[in-house]
């Protein structure tokens, strides 16, 4: 502890004391102010002298702990020191591995640049077969064009050839219906029977049974025929020849009573067929050729079925309500209102 400096106190006090005594002038009054002062610099030093003390205390505590801190920081450099050889441990060990990876990787880029270029002559060998195969297929693609070309014309030489054979046979029919017919009624005028009866004769045993008379049958017209043998090829399955030949019935007789019958029944081939969107146009020209018929709101009600097989239910809908709207009362508007319901 530092203690307080008196000296400076002498120094001050004594020279005064000197000069009052010897100057011979100092009275009373002078000497009790003397003495206050002195008291009053008395009570600074002993201030001061605790000051001192105050700041000596204040310094060893700081001390202590700046002491402290440097323990607790020399502490942790030593963990910081070990951290540090355990690290470099660590990045020793890690630069070891990526020796020995970096090595291994160079092997296996060098195999995969191998396979790469095996591969790029693979790839050429490929491309020149595909260039090959390329040629080959336009060469067959030509061949097969002509091949096509030829074929057509043989079909539209057998569709024509079977239709002038078509032509003679109904020509023939016809000649032959014409001559049953005459004769048919040759053989009234003669006999002047209007209907022949099979005749009752008497076998053994007393049965009697019944002998068919010979009667006349008259042919068919021609285009009945065609239609007729469209529409059992319909029945049958066979619905492209069944569509062929009521196209050809259509075409042929244009202004037949059956002409309307005839189209609908072609559009029902392609609808029999799977062919909606085909059927949907045939049901229209029905619809729009015939729109007062009584296959009209057939067609109607196959168009919207043809929709809806080809999931335009929107439109199958627009289709059902327009029978209802326009043919209330055909039995195809309960069908289009069933559908409707589900």
């Not at 020279?15 to 009570?43: E, I, Q, S, W």
């Not at 000051?51 to 204040?58: D, R, S």
């Not at 001559?179 to 005749?199: L, Y």
Request: overall charge positive.
């Amino acid at each position: 502890m530092i203690k307080p400096d008196n000296s400076y106190f002498f120094r001050l006090i004594v020279p005064a004391l000197c000069f009052l005594l010897l100057a011979g002038c100092a009275t009373t009054d002078d000497v009790r102010n003397l003495d206050m002062r002195l008291r009053r610099l008395n009570k600074k030093l002993v201030d001061v002298d605790s000051n001192v003390v105050n700041v000596q205390q204040q310094s060893g505590a700081s001390v202590n702990r700046v002491q402290k801190q440097q323990a607790g920081l020399g502490a942790n450099l030593d963990r910081i020191n070990n951290d540090l050889l355990q690290l470099k441990g660590r990045l020793d060990e890690s630069s070891h591995r990526y020796r020995n990876n970096q090595a291994r990787n160079k092997e296996v880029i060098a195999q995969i640049d191998s396979r790469i270029l095996e591969l790029n002559a693979a790839i050429s060998s490929l491309n020149e077969a595909i260039s090959s195969l390329n040629d080959k297929l336009d060469a067959l693609d030509s061949s097969t064009g002509k091949k096509l070309q030829g074929l057509r014309a043989s079909i539209v030489k057998i569709q024509q050839a079977r239709a002038r054979e078509a032509a003679a046979r109904a020509e023939a029919a016809a000649r032959a219906a014409e001559k049953a017919r005459r004769k048919a009624r040759q053989i009234r005028e003669k006999k002047g029977v209007h209907e022949i009866i099979p005749a009752k004769v008497k076998t053994k045993g007393n049965k009697v049974k019944k002998r068919q008379a010979d009667v006349t049958i008259l042919s068919k017209s021609p285009d009945r025929k065609m239609y007729d043998d469209a529409l059992q090829l319909f029945k049958a399955g066979k619905y492209q020849k069944s569509y062929d030949l009521f196209n050809t019935y259509t075409e042929k007789y244009p202004k037949s009573k059956l002409a309307v019958n005839s189209r609908f029944w072609a559009a029902d081939c392609l609808f029999k067929q799977k062919e909606y969107a085909l059927a949907i146009l045939e049901y229209q020209n029905v619809i729009a050729d015939y729109p007062h018929d009584a296959k009209a709101p057939a067609a109607l009600l196959k168009q919207g079925m043809a929709f809806e097989a080809l999931e335009d239910r929107d439109t199958a809908r627009i289709v059902y309500n327009k029978i209802i709207t326009d043919f209330p009362k055909s039995e195809q508007a309960a069908t289009a209102r069933s559908k409707l319901k589900k």
